[in-house]
């Protein structure tokens, strides 16, 4: 009791001087500790004065003395807790480092021991990983003893947390920081079937992290320079947190570079037949390609581990070449929209470039095989017609460079993932392996997948299959609306892709019905629409063998034209068969206006038409036709010289013109048909003497038509396709 007193006292009287004269605080203590060496209190004020007065050297040595002589003494720990927290801490503020300095004073030996205790401290599994992680850094010769042990506690941590996502705390910890450490260090024997799981929880992870929805980090988005957000390869630069780890923590530095790494480590392990590491995608697939011609039964026991090369190898290069095309055609799956990006979502559309072509109806088939052309009707592809489509591989994808200036490097990301699927699924036991990794990463609820899937299925030609995957591909949208930009035409891919689908199954009422849906979110342009066709420099390639296709900007400027274009060919082969049809004609005259003159020829030929037929009848032609070029070849129709045509072209009116001859007296005088001063551009003049036995409501009816031609056209033809949608459907029943 006595010592007790005597230590306290001389404690006490180190404190008092520790402020005015510290070298005699400092006497005082080494004068108690050679009195009472066990003595704790006293080593540990020792300690204080050091570590307060920041002298790394002597106040390690104690520490180390302490941790030695009093290893069950609570203000130890929780000295070492402070410690190992700094050591954790990547801050550099001077008490931080400090602390660090102090640590590395200590023996390894020291060092080793002290984090391992520190670790059996921590009852939070957490903590207890990042622990065990310093352990494993400092000193690799423990990941045999303990890194394989941490991996399985991560993964058995994260089963019974029960977490809704691969992208959480405990998988992040084993795939980023403990999986590297356990597969580099050769001493580490695994078996092969832990390394493919282990890499496939790895890709579930990172593909996971990657194609995650930005609105699980649009609460953590800082201000990001806008270069950083166009491409999707730029991810891993936004904020964003995962739930039980820092910010810091939570940010992975180029994860698909990670993941092939890691890739690369299991095939050396696994000897894969691998020449050599840091292939492209492009290379990888190729290698692959060659094994499967080699290797016909993957089933085989002296196979198996090639056919699990083959799988995964084409697997990553698949998951990774499919997330680049998506993520530079439909950016805001993955990124959160910026307000200086100027990136519109992009559309796979079937070119549509000939529809301002002639009329050919093939009538050469077999009679069980013909399509219904011949009286106008829809032509439904039959299963040959649909296995023949199926073939186009080959086929070439028009890009304006300006919309995507990285077309080259997306498109051959488009080949690479076409063609890594295509080989997954070459035989029963790579595609039954594929199918296996998709189930248990529930691939199906993936709206960027069915996006690729769906461009994949229509640029192969398979139109059937692609309006079934455009189904899963709306429900998806519904439940992720989240996802995807509301109000915008993002939201109506999948209808304007069943529409194109639909028209090149040759079924036109259900394309015009899908494509009026469309009309209904278009907001039409009220500035002069660029013509598309002449942006699009097209690029004719030696050979052809399926027809184009194009990636448009899924915008109103663009897409009003290109539905204005499929309702036209959708009308097109019913207006020129043998059986007359005014209101098919009618409806491709206004139609045609689009992207005038490009369609002139086809006009030409509709009035051709109408010369043979005598007379026409389209009563809501003073409704939507306000190209001058058609009003003066109309009103020439009624003339003598342009063959007198009967023409009912006003709603609710009988004959307009009388074939009697002109009242006595009356004599020829020039009919002008001049626009309005703001159309001076499209200025014209008729002088064909076509007043000449014109009925004067006709000619006052064209006269106020042509007052009109100053009218945005793209508000014409919008309210064409509200207004007339009924019509429309009636005409291609």
Known sequence: MAAQIDCEFLVKKARDLVTDDPWAAKAWLITARTLYPTDFGIQYEMYMIERNAERTASAGRILYDMFVNFPDQPMVWREISVITAALRNDAQDKQTQFLRGLFETLPGRIQCEMLLKATEQCFNTLERAEMLLLLLRRFPESVVQHGVSLGETLLEAENMDDQDSPVNCFRKLFVCDVLPLIINNPEVRLPANLLYQYLHKAAEFYIGYLTRSPSLESQHQGSQDSADL???????????????????????????????????????????????????????????????????????????????????????????????????????????????????????????????GDVDIDRSKHIHKRRKLGDGREKTLSSDDEECSGKL???????????????????????????????????EALEKEFTRTCISWKTETWLWLRIFITDMIIYQGQYRKAINSLHQLGALQGTQQHVINRGTLEQQRALIQMAACHFALGEYRMTCDKVLDVMCSIIPCTQDVVKVQEEIPKVKPRFRKGSDLKLLPCTSKTMMPYCLQLILACFKLRAFTDIRDDLALGHVVVLLQLDWPRGENLFLKAVDKICQQGSFQYENFFN???????????????????????????????????????????????????????????HHTVTRGITKGVKEDFRLAMERQVSRCAENLMVVLHRFCIAEKIILLQTLM
């Open 230 to 356: 166009k491409s999707p390869t730029k991810r891993s630069t936004q904020k964003y947190i995962i739930e039980g780890l820092t910010e810091k923590l939570s940010v992975i530095i180029e994860p698909w570079d990670r993941l092939f790494e890691i890739l690369s480590i299991v095939a050396m392990r696994c000897e894969w037949q691998m020449d050599k590491a840091n292939r492209s995608c492009g290379e990888i697939l190729h290698r692959m390609k060659d094994l499967c011609r080699y290797i016909n039964n993957f089933d085989d026991e002296g196979h198996r581990k090639y056919k699990h090369q083959v799988v995964y190898s084409t697997l990553l290069v698949f998951f990774k070449n499919a997330f680049q095309y998506v993520g530079s055609i439909q950016p805001s799956l993955f990124q959160v929209p910026s307000p200086s990006s100027n990136q519109v979502p992009l559309i796979l559309l079937d070119d549509l470039s000939n529809i301002y």
């Open 393 to 427: 591989r080959s086929r070439h994808i028009v890009v304006n460079k300006i919309e995507l200036p990285n077309s080259v490097d997306v498109l051959e990301s488009f080949k690479v993932a076409r063609e890594s699927w295509e080989l997954l699924h070459s035989q």
């Open 624 to 682: 939507y036709v306000t190209n001058i070029d058609m009003l003066e070849e109309f009103a020439y129709l009624r003339t003598t010289e342009g063959g007198k045509i009967h023409l009912e072209l006003l709603p609710n009116q009988g004959i307009l013109i009388k074939n009697s001859s002109p009242p006595l007296g009356l004599l020829p005088q020039e009919f002008k048909l001049q626009p309005s001063s703001q159309a001076a551009d499209r």
